[in-house]
């Protein structure tokens, strides 16, 4: 499975920005994907989630009713659309796909990561 994450830059607090993930693969659309993060400095923290079928979507409390996680598996691509942006949302995007919902230990496969900065 390989994924592709795009869509990062640079915004304003209080902006909106839509990241998004491709992946491939023979297996692919069998996995949940994950959206996960890394600040300067920080560890690498769990975003956001959704299962393969796009059915069921899981959320950190950082990010509750701000980020939407959504699901096309026509075009192989999971998107997190993300409003009311702050300062603390800055870092490294990265999107990784496996079984079940990925929050985390189940991870499998990682992608690439886009770099979101936001400005106050």
């Known amino acids: 499975v390989q994924l592709q994450a795009s869509g990062g830059g640079l915004v304003q607090a209080g902006d909106s920005l839509r990241l998004s993930c491709r992946y491939s693969g023979r297996t692919s659309h069998s996995y949940g994907i994950g959206w996960f993060r890394q600040a300067p400095g920080a560890e690498r923290e769990f975003v956001a989630a959704?299962?393969?079928?796009?059915?069921?979507?899981v959320y950190a409390d950082s990010v509750k009713g701000r980020f939407t996680i959504s699901r096309d598996n026509a075009n192989n691509t999971v998107t997190l659309q993300m409003n009311g942006l702050n300062v603390k949302d800055t870092g490294v995007y990265y999107c990784?796909?496996?079984?079940?919902?990925?929050?985390?230990?189940?991870?499998?496969?990682w992608g690439r990561g886009t770099l979101v900065t936001v400005s106050s």
């Open positions: 959704v299962t393969w079928s796009g059915g069921t979507t």
């Open positions: 990784a796909a496996g079984p079940g919902i990925v929050t985390g230990p189940t991870a499998r496969y």
